[in-house]
């Protein structure tokens, strides 16, 4: 499904042949949320997604003052969900929006057009799964335009992001899934909320690795904590996370 394949015992990826994919290489984060309205958020389960889009959420709230709409569409996990913060965030000028699942049939959130299309900001949270990737499709024609961008979000300690293959697979049928043909990279190294910062480190060299000579990212994602130590330990822009999703009994 992602035409990895092998000829003359090398393996031939998508996105090796696809080097326009990457958008805004030399682009801070920073400047990405200053440029865009519309983000969709990829990412795997385990990747930290869902707490990098509610902290962008709260951020691009308390720094405009904008109607911020963050619709949960992942549903691929019953945890770690941007809906169960509605309530809190909600008195941070963001609407979190989504639809009750049954089990796991799929279901659609409404609203999601207008909001793409109105003068605030809109994220979208569709995880890693392919379901939820093919509902966003449904809005493709708008999320192709300038003012939107979606963000995968590497994690290199999670399984299917630790090699090339594993980005490429992932990456390509979620992008085809969604009906886009573009992608900003945003590292987000953790191996959960006890990370330390030579663990963090580890994890950006262990993505510049991977992704050498096919991309290069310039952000990445890091808890508020440890921000300052590992600020001086690497030359990317640095995003730092206040982990809203950490649940009482993970200990």
């Known amino acids: 499904m992602n035409e990895t394949g092998s000829r003359k015992g090398r393996q031939i990826f ?13 682009k801070t984060f920073d400047i990405i949320m200053k440029e865009k309205k519309n983000f969709v958020f990829i990412g795997e389960a385990g990747s930290g997604k869902s707490e990098i889009v509610l902290n962008v959420a709260a951020m691009l709230a308390a720094e405009t003052g904008k109607t911020v709409d963050l ?25 979190i929006h989504y ?12 609203g999601v057009a207008e909001s793409l299309q ?20 449904a809005y493709s024609h708008l999320l192709s335009k300038e003012d939107s961008i979606p963000v995968y979000i590497i994690n290199p300690y999670r399984p299917w992001t630790r090699t090339l293959g594993g980005i490429d697979g992932t990456m390509s049928h979620i992008l085809r899934s969604i009906k886009l043909d573009r992608i900003y990279l945003l590292a987000n190294p953790n191996l959960g909320y006890t990370t330390t910062v030579s663990e963090f480190t580890e994890g950006l060299n262990k993505l510049n690795s991977t992704l050498d000579g096919i ?37």
């Open 14 to 26: 998508w996105i090796k042949g696809n080097m326009d994919l990457f958008y805004g290489e030399d």
């Open 71 to 95: 619709f949960d569409l992942d549903q691929t996990k019953p945890l770690y969900r941007s809906r169960d913060l509605k309530e809190a965030f909600a008195g941070k000028g963001v609407e």
């Open 99 to 110: 639809q009750d699942q049954y089990l796991d049939a799929p279901t659609v959130v409404g």
């Open 118 to 137: 109105g003068e605030g900001y809109t994220l979208l949270d569709i995880g890693g799964g392919h379901s939820a990737a093919r509902m966003a499709g």
């Open 215 to 251: 991309s290069t990212y310039s952000s990445a994602c890091v808890r508020r904590e440890i921000y300052e130590e590992a600020k001086s330990k690497t030359d990317k822009f640095l995003v730092p996370l206040d982990l809203y999703l950490t649940y009482s009994w993970v200990d």
